[in-house]
């Protein structure tokens, strides 16, 4: 039943996105500075959604990197607190006499 319905989804995909393309199949010029290409609209929309979302995926792996190292630190940590926690567990309790 989740295959299907995983079909059905990327079938729609699909289609949204054909639609997409077929409506706006415009020529537009796009000026990169030292070049200058037309293109259709569709395109050019897709390659600045996919150019944004790499860009954003790279901005975030230096925060994703600092708090794999935190967890890191806080699992040694962790490990530290209980080794010293089962020591003193084996310790044997003086004589309250």
């Known amino acids: 039943m989740r295959r299907i ?3 059905i989804g990327i079938l729609l995909i699909i289609l949204i996105g054909l639609a997409f393309s077929v409506l706006n199949a415009d020529p537009v010029a796009v ?3 030292f070049a200058e290409f037309q293109v259709a609209l569709s395109v ?5 959604l996919i150019v944004g979302a790499a860009l ?3 901005t975030s792996i230096g ?3 600092r ?8 699992r040694r940590q962790l490990g530290y ?6 020591a003193m567990r084996r310790v044997p309790l ?3 006499d």
């Open 5 to 7: 319905f995983a079909i």
């Open 31 to 33: 000026d990169i500075f």
């Open 44 to 48: 050019a929309l897709v390659i600045t």
């Open 56 to 58: 954003g995926a790279l």
């Open 63 to 65: 925060a994703v990197w």
């Open 67 to 74: 708090r794999r190292r935190e967890i890191s630190r806080l």
């Open 81 to 86: 607190a209980e080794r010293q926690l089962q």
């Open 94 to 96: 003086g004589d309250s």
